[in-house]
């Protein structure tokens, strides 16, 4: 069996002492499988950036244990960052510099030679179709395309695990898309993607595991399908008679939908209500209120998004 990318054990990290003692991780446990991508999601201050950092050399935590890619992050960093590339919130390329000459630069920091850092250029701008724009100073880049050449600086090493902080905010579609399909690019090739977002959409359409973080403590883990069935399927029942809500909600709380909540407008009146995952089907639910003399203008079952769930579990917590 094929060790973790990553493995996390007890990791704690604190700032400040005394009463200003501020708690940014609070025994995170984590193990990231090879290859595949992870989602790491938060609101800002859930500790996201912390545990990047940590993983990342970049900050020492108070207490438990950090190793990627089999390497102890804390007793051999420099070993660590052999495997490691970081593609941080803020960019870190010189805007005066044309695409081809930033990489090439950071082929030479890496301690790289003349002719492999531009052999390693060359090839990451061809594969990841930005050989056209190569030439051009990065100042004159879209903001997806500077984005794809971050994170192309940092795969000059050929990193076996690659953290993406935050990767496409502020993108436009276009631009997030591309984004995307370059990070399933990598993952494809066997790259571990360690992905940290606030886009629920991204984690959702990239991510083969999530977790979610909330002040510094992992409160959900698991596939973004199973996070949503966590939370239920939402059931909508638009009646045809105003005043059939009372009848409606009854038959429904007997059949185990919870949470219902009645939407009435003078034009329409809608119950809206949580059902578990596998347990009612539209058929059944329509045969019982129409059983009970309720008539029903529309009905429908909705998987929850990612946003529903994270809101769910993460509000659960508090």
């Known amino acids: 069996m094929q060790a973790p990318a990553i493995a996390v054990e007890g990791l704690t990290k604190t700032y400040?002492?005394?009463?200003?003692?501020?708690?940014?991780?609070?025994?995170?446990?984590?193990?990231?499988?090879?290859?595949?991508?992870?989602?790491?999601?938060?609101?800002?201050?859930?500790?996201?950036?912390?545990?990047?950092?940590?993983?990342?050399?970049?900050?020492?935590?108070?207490?438990?244990?950090?190793?990627?890619?089999?390497?102890?992050?804390?007793?051999?960093?420099?070993?660590?960052?052999?495997?490691?590339?970081?593609?941080?919130?803020?960019?870190?390329?010189?805007?005066?510099?044309?695409?081809?000459?930033?990489?090439?630069?950071?082929?030479?920091?890496?301690?790289?030679?003349?002719?492999?850092?531009?052999?390693?250029?060359?090839?990451?701008?061809?594969?990841?179709?930005?050989?056209?724009?190569?030439?051009?100073?990065?100042?004159?880049?879209?903001?997806?395309?500077?984005?794809?050449?971050?994170?192309?600086?940092?795969?000059?090493?050929?990193p076996s695990v690659l953290f993406l902080d935050e990767p496409t905010t502020g993108l436009d579609p276009r631009s997030r898309n591309d984004i995307w399909d370059a990070v399933k690019e990598l993952a494809g090739h066997g790259t571990t993607v360690f992905l940290t977002t606030q886009y629920l959409?991204?984690?959702?359409?990239?991510?083969?595991?999530?977790?979610?973080?909330?002040?510094?403590?992992?409160?959900a883990d698991g596939t973004p399908r199973s996070l949503k069935e966590r939370i239920g399927v939402r059931l909508t029942v638009v009646l045809e008679e105003q005043r059939a809500d009372v009848s409606a909600a009854a038959v429904l709380e007997a059949l185990g939908v919870r949470d219902l909540a009645v939407d009435a407008t003078p034009d329409e009146t809608s119950i809206t209500g949580l059902?578990?995952?596998?347990?009612?089907?539209?058929?059944?639910?329509?045969?019982?209120l129409t059983g009970a003399g309720v008539r029903v203008a529309d009905i429908g079952l909705h998987e929850p998004t990612l946003d529903q769930a994270y809101l769910a579990l993460t509000g659960a917590q508090r």
């Open 16 to 158: 400040g002492r005394g009463p200003k003692t501020v708690e940014a991780l609070r025994g995170i446990d984590l193990a990231v499988e090879s290859g595949t991508v992870f989602g790491l999601l938060g609101a800002n201050g859930s500790g996201k950036s912390t545990l990047v950092r940590v993983l990342s050399t970049l900050a020492a935590p108070t207490a438990g244990t950090a190793y990627v890619g089999g390497v102890d992050v804390v007793a051999e960093p420099k070993k660590a960052r052999a495997a490691i590339g970081v593609t941080a919130q803020q960019t870190t390329l010189d805007q005066r510099l044309s695409g081809r000459e930033n990489l090439r630069i950071i082929g030479r920091l890496c301690r790289l030679t003349k002719a492999a850092a531009r052999a390693r250029a060359d090839e990451l701008l061809e594969k990841y179709d930005l050989v056209e724009a190569s030439d051009r100073p990065v100042s004159t880049y879209s903001g997806g395309m500077r984005r794809r050449l971050d994170i192309l600086a940092s795969l000059i090493l050929q």
């Open 201 to 219: 959409d991204e984690a959702d359409r990239l991510a083969d595991r999530v977790v979610l973080l909330d002040a510094g403590r992992i409160v």
């Open 275 to 288: 059902v578990s995952a596998g347990t009612l089907t539209l058929p059944v639910i329509l045969d019982a």
